[in-house]
């Protein structure tokens, strides 16, 4: 059995993680929560952001089926579920399968996400009510794009 390899290497990917320019920023769902796309890798199933967080109290309860990881780089936010608060400079690991109710605190955050698999909307009960993967965040952000004057197209530019 053969097994062939590619001499095509993607191009390397270097962009501004929290950048002033307010059009990269992509609105979540819950006003007050945003978005900065940094990676989209269709390969893996996978996508790295930084989630801006100007909201205080209930931002999502949601579980992701892949293990998550986290560096906060403003600012502080907690888990409801948990007795710890999430501080600039700190890392965070999810585990696959954790439920957990982000919560936003005064003062705001940014903080780095990278995220594979999915993540899944749950109800106060923890039934699914909702789900977002790389391809919905990837529509989600060329729509965002495409409203802002910057093309549908701008969104290539995250995607390996």
Known sequence: MAILF???RQADLLCEASSADERLWVPGAIDGVWSRPLLFDTVGG???NVTR????GFISRHAHPCPVHAYVISGQWCYAEHDW???AGDYLFEPAGDVHTLTGLPGGSET???IGGALVEMDEEGNTVGYADVFTRIEQAAS????????????RRFIR
């Not at 965002?144 to 969104?155: A, I, Q, S």
């Open 6 to 8: 590619s001499n095509h």
């Open 46 to 48: 996978a996508w790295i």
């Open 53 to 56: 967080l100007a909201k205080e």
């Open 85 to 87: 608060i999430a501080k």
């Open 112 to 114: 780095l996400f990278n």
């Open 144 to 155: 965002h794009f495409e409203n802002v004057g910057l093309g549908r197209d701008y969104v």
